[in-house]
């Protein structure tokens, strides 16, 4: 009877095989891609819970499958809506779904999100964007209300273009065109004029372009992008742009932090300025609301229960035998996992996904400080397309020196205290 309970586990691994391994990357810069994305973007079902016991009546082939499919629970935790991702939500509600139903012509009000590397910005924006975009395609049965009659032009209510590195303003426009999947070889002026017609052919209610940082204002293309973006506002499109730094970065006037009122403070105007335009940088910033989304803090007990409530969060997504409630969120845990990664969701992710590898590799199958003192967070070998370090889109990883590993027994064998055991 127990070996047919086993077999029939290792049936239903085998059918969850297919949501393992996917076949289509997470790129969302085209209108096919985003699609897919949004669309499949929670069809992914983790690995059934099982008991040492069961695990050890399946065949080894079934085995490999189940730790496969663990290591691939492990390596796409959902995400969790936190204090800091919840009032960016709202704020973008708030914006966007005010921007979709106007009608009248005009600028409709923007939103920046600012935040430092690996503290969950895009995916924040996107998954809220996807679940509008399902919303308004419902509402409208996936029809574009606006479509000129005879033509089949797909529906796109949002649109996610990265901004480029070193942009220009014709490469800003090829960058949004690439999207629709449009021709991009014009002249800037065309360019401008084929934007607008694919913004509303398509029905496109929101433009969201990551990395926005990457502009430079001491750099007179970069200005001229940033003039370009005004020009995009009155497309009758919500702008969402998402960056690093964003206060600093001259897209606004320059703004310093106030740690007591824990506030951004804006400085006047300057008269004369040869570095970017002051009067097009105020008047961005009253196109713009601006909103920060920052890490976990640690210093009061609200923050602090915050903290341990996402860690209880996390824990019940893993998939480790030996797990126990408190694994993460109990005794010196929180304090332990918030030192290693400043409350920087992306590094505690990266952090317990290595974690995790390490607890099935060596057999303890479960996560303790001395087990996470053996992990170091590399986030070094990142793509340079995908990443552009001088925009603060890399963060700075707490140092950490592992401390030198004990020697281990040669031999392992199962036995009753875990799934393993040191063999004498």
Known sequence: MARTAARDEGDAQRRSLP????????????????RNWRETRHVFVPAPRLTVQKYRLLSPRDRRIHDL???????NLAIQETPMSARVTRLLSMRVESGALKRRPGARAGVMVNGGGYQGKTETVCEFAAAFEDLWLDLHRDLNPNTIHGTR???APVAYVPTPVKATPKSTCQAILDFYGGPVDMTLPQLLRAVRTSLADHGTKVLIMDDITRLKMHRQDDQDVLDMIRVLMDMQVTLVLIGVGIHRSGLLREGRY????????????RRRSKSY???AATQTERRFDVIDLNPFRYDTPYEIAAWTAHLHGLEAQLRLFNSSPGMLSGGTMPEYLYRRTNGI???????????CQMAIADGSEVLKEEHLEQVTINIGNLPDDQHDADSGEVPDVPPHTPPKKRRRGRNTVFDDRGLHGEAG
């Open 69 to 75: 499919h663990r290591a691939a629970t492990h390596a």
């Open 258 to 269: 106030n740690a007591n009122t824990k506030q951004w403070v804006y400085l006047p105007p």
């Open 277 to 279: 335009n002051d009067e």
């Open 19 to 34: 949501f393992l391994l996917p076949t289509t990357g997470a790129a969302r810069d085209t209108i096919e891609s985003w």
């Open 153 to 155: 032009d797909l529906h």
């Open 345 to 355: 969701v992306g590094l505690l992710e990266r952090l317990i996904e290595d974690g």
